[in-house]
């Protein structure tokens, strides 16, 4: 797949990302900060958000496919998007917990890949947990202080 043709296609998946039900769930994601593969797995069941879980991680696990079969320039999409690096950093702590509980070795594998495979990708993955955890106390603090 030529250069080109990867950008056309990052565009494509760019352009997904601007439609209305998916902003929403990339939005409701980014407040979600599961402390367990149960709550991962509750959530992922429940009737209102159940759906934006589902569509950002798998999303997300799309498109690393795209770039693990080739199809996406790896180097092209690790330097133009990062969201997909904050979506693994939550779910990556109970990945293990979740492929047991459903059966499922290969959940998120593609995304797995792709950050792991990436310059640097475990450190950066490391520091994005480290970031998570800081804004999730910064709204806990917040919420403290407003009750």
């Not at 250069?3 to 296609?9: F, P, R």
């Not at 797995?41 to 934006?52: I, Q, R, S």
């Not at 917990?97 to 310059?119: G, N, Q, T």
């Amino acid at each position: 797949m030529s250069k080109v043709e990867s950008a056309d296609l990052l565009i494509k998946l760019y352009d997904l990302r601007r439609e209305e039900v998916m902003r929403k769930a990339r939005d409701w994601f980014f407040t979600f900060n599961p402390t367990s593969a149960e709550e991962i797995g509750n959530t992922m069941m429940d009737p209102e958000v159940g759906g934006y879980l589902r569509m950002v991680t798998s999303y997300w696990d799309m498109a690393a496919a795209f770039v693990n079969h080739g199809a996406i320039d790896s180097d092209l999409f690790n330097e133009t998007v990062g969201e997909h690096m904050m979506v693994f950093a939550k779910i990556e702590p109970y990945l293990a917990e979740m492929r047991e509980m459903w059966e499922s070795p290969d959940m998120y594998a593609h995304l797995e890949k792709v950050i792991y495979d990436a310059p640097n990708g475990k450190e950066k993955l490391a520091k994005m947990q480290e970031w998570i955890a800081g804004m999730a106390e910064q709204g806990e603090q917040a919420g403290e202080a407003s009750a």
